[in-house]
């Protein structure tokens, strides 16, 4: 099993910044990438930003290229989402999530912190 803590969440104003980490623990020798997701009310789950374990290639949800950066560090099992020039609709639950693959694809997910930008 693997456990994810998001920590950094919080309330900020139109074009501020917010960092976002994600500690993992556990079994998590075989992570091949972590992430961030967001849920909206009302609106499904989407993708922010994804980052490979190995390589460090990333993805980014086309409503925050440009404005967010993940970051990693393999020492400290630890993910970063530097969000900038935050807008009210980036006001979301975000989860931090890890993907092992394999025979059977895993999918791991924190409890999530909320993100809100006021106008």
């Known amino acids: 099993q693997v456990q994810l803590v998001e920590s950094g969440g919080g309330l900020v104003q139109t074009g501020g910044s917010l960092r976002l980490s994600c500690a993992a623990s556990?079994?998590?020798?075989?992570?091949?990438?972590m992430g961030w997701y967001r849920q909206a009310p009302g609106k499904q789950r989407e993708l922010v930003a994804t980052i490979t374990t190995s390589g460090g290639s990333t993805d980014y949800g086309d409503s925050v290229k440009g404005r967010f950066a993940i970051s990693r560090d393999n020492a400290k099992n630890t993910v970063y989402l530097q969000m900038n020039s935050l807008k009210v609709e980036d006001t979301a639950v975000y989860y931090c999530h890890a993907l092992r693959l394999g025979p059977v694809r895993n999918n791991y997910w924190g409890q999530g912190t909320q993100v809100t930008v006021s106008s």
């Open positions: 556990g079994s998590i020798f075989s992570i091949n990438a």
